[in-house]
C-alpha cells in the first residue's frame, strides 16, 4: 500500500503502533527497506493510550490494513476524533461502521484501492 501511495508520488509519513512477532516485524521492516520507504515509516510499537491519542490526533487519516477485527476500537477512537479511517472490508467495521460518512472500505488486499 505504502509502495504505491509512494509510486504515485504522494508524501507521507507513516507511524506503525502495536505488536506483532518477531517474524512479522521482520518481514515488515524488510519490505519497508526493498521499496526504499525507510524514511518515510517509523515503527512506534506498543505506546501508551496517552501517546496512541496524540499521534492519532496528529493524524491526517487511520490506515488499518487488519486482516481481520472484532470491534475495532481504534476505528472508533479515529472517527470520533474527526479522522478519516481506511480499512478493509471485514464484517465486524462494515456491520459496526458503515454509517459513518468518514471511514473508506475497500476489498480484501486490493491495495491500488486501499492507497
Known amino acids: 500500500i505504502l509502495n504505491v501511495l509512494k509510486d504515485q508520488g504522494v508524501n507521507f509519513k507513516c507511524t506503525c503502533l502495536g505488536a506483532s512477532s518477531e517474524e512479522d ?20 510499537g506498543v505506546v501508551s493510550e496517552a501517546k496512541k491519542l496524540q499521534l492519532l490526533s496528529d493524524s491526517r487519516v487511520l490506515a488499518l490494513p487488519s486482516k ?11 472517527l470520533t476524533m474527526g479522522i478519516p479511517v481506511v480499512c478493509y472490508r471485514l464484517p465486524a467495521l462494515v456491520e459496526l461502521f458503515c454509517q459513518s460518512r468518514n471511514i473508506y472500505f475497500c476489498d480484501y488486499l486490493d491495495f491500488r484501492s486501499f492507497a
Open 25 to 44: 516485524d521482520k518481514k515488515a521492516r524488510d519490505m519497508i527497506l526493498q521499496y526504499g520507504l525507510d524514511s518515510s515509516v517509523e515503527f512506534a
Open 68 to 78: 481481520e477485527e472484532g470491534y475495532g476500537i481504534v476505528v472508533q477512537e479515529a
